[in-house]
C-alpha cells in the first residue's frame, strides 16, 4: 500500500467543511472502503478522515466560500477545537496504513473502531490513544473493558510516544477475575 | 507431617523454619515454600537446610493454622502482629498479600519474582517442574499507570518469555489480573 492518491487520475471528490464536518455529495466510493458516516443524501465526514484523505490526494475540501483547504490548513482548524487532534490523526493514519478499516470515535480520548478481515471471519476492536507522559488509572481500564466487551470488540492500546511512534498493546483481564 | 503444628522462630522480621525434616516437608511436598538457607535451587528432594519462609508466606501459612511462628523468648506471634509487621517492613503489603493470597487459593505456587523484575513469578506445578510460569506485579490500585510500563510489561514478558501480568486489588477488596501483550 502506498501513500499515493488511488484517484489520481479519476475527477478528485470534493467535500465541503461545515462545523466540524466535511460532507460530501458523491461519497459512495469511500462509503464502500469504510470512511464517513451517511446522513441521508450526504456522507459526513470527521475531520481525521478528511486530512487523511487530503494527505492521500483523495480529496479535496473547500471552506463554504469555495476556497480550497490544504493538509496544513484543515489540519490547523481541526486543532484549534481538539488539540489532540494530530495525535488521531497520525494512530488513525497508522491503522489505515496497515491496511485496518478505522472509524473514528467522538470521545474525549482519542479512540477508534477497527475491523480486520481474517479469511472468512473479522477481528473487531477499539482502539484507544494513549500519550506517553499521561498515566491511566485502573478504574478507567476497566470502563474501556467494559465498553469494549458491551461492543464484542477487544481493547488496543495505541501508545504514542514523545516521537509521534506507536506501538499496540493488546488489554484483557485474565485468570477469569 | 508429624509432631504437631510446625514452629518457626522470628529473626528480626525474617521468619526461619530450624526443624530440618519439617522444612523440606514444607518445601517439596506443601507447595514449595520458602528457600533454603544456601541453597538457591534445589533439585532433588534431599536438602538438609533451615528454610526461611517471607512474611506474606508466614502469614498465609499462620492464617491456615498450619504454622506457628515464636519469637526469640519462645512466646507465639499472632496473625495480627505478623500483619502489622509486614505492612511494616513491606510498602503496599496489604495489596500484595491479598494477591498472593488470591493466587496460593486456587493452588498455584507464589514465589518471589524478584530477579524477574515483577513482584511474583507463578508456577502451577513448581519451580523447576515447568518452563511456562507467569509474572504477577502488584501496583495500587491508585498508582495510575505509566503507557511506559504497559510497553515495559510487554516488553519484558517478551524477553523472558513469561506471561507479564498487572494485578491490583480494587476498594471492594477484589483481585483483578491485566495483561498486556503486544500486538504490532
Known sequence: MTYQ?????????KGVLKDSKVVVEDGEELEERG???REERVLMLSLVEAA????????????EDGATLSFEELVRAATVNDPSFWVRLLVYSDLRHRGLRARPLESAIPAFLVEKKVRESEKRYLVLCLEEGTRVGFKDVEAYLRRAMEARRELIFAIVDKEGNISYYRVEKVMGA | MSGGKLRALL???RVVVFDR????DLYFNEGFYGKFFMVSKPKTPNVERELELSLLEALYLAEKGKLEVV?????PVDVEELRRMGREAYENFDEVYAVYKDLRDRGLIVKSGMKFGATFVVYRLGPGLEHAPFLVHVLPYDSRLDPLEIVRAGRLSHSVRKRFIIAYVDPLGRVSYLQFRWMM
Open chain 1, 5 to 13: 492518491g488511488t484517484l489520481a487520475y479519476a475527477a478528485m471528490i
Open chain 1, 35 to 37: 470512511y464517513g458516516r
Open chain 1, 52 to 63: 487523511y484523505l487530503i494527505d492521500r490526494g483523495d480529496l479535496e475540501v473547500v471552506s
Open chain 2, 11 to 13: 529473626l528480626g522480621r
Open chain 2, 21 to 24: 525434616p519439617r522444612a523440606r
Open chain 2, 71 to 75: 519469637d526469640g523468648e519462645g512466646r
